[in-house]
């Protein structure tokens, strides 16, 4: 088989498909819930923003 043949084969799969099942909740030892999606988005994007805007009022603040 040439290379180019080789590189547009399929790859192989070294378990067969339907063995590993995962499951898609939240794990039970993180310290925060996903019950109220809207509320952790917002707390998310607020903690997240913060942070990024941190270093950036910080400088403004010296400046």
């Known amino acids: ?3 180019l ?4 084969a399929a790859p192989l799969r070294l378990t067969p498909r339907g ?3 995962f499951n898609h909740a ?6 925060f819930s996903f ?7 917002a ?6 923003g913060l942070g990024f805007a941190l270093p950036f ?7």
């Open 19 to 21: 063995v590993a099942h």
């Open 5 to 8: 043949a080789a590189s547009r």
């Open 43 to 48: 707390k998310y994007l607020a903690f997240v």
């Open 26 to 31: 939240a794990p039970p030892h993180l310290p």
């Open 1 to 3: 088989m040439s290379l």
């Open 35 to 41: 019950g109220n999606r809207n509320a952790f988005r």
């Open 57 to 63: 009022v910080a400088a403004g603040w010296q400046l």
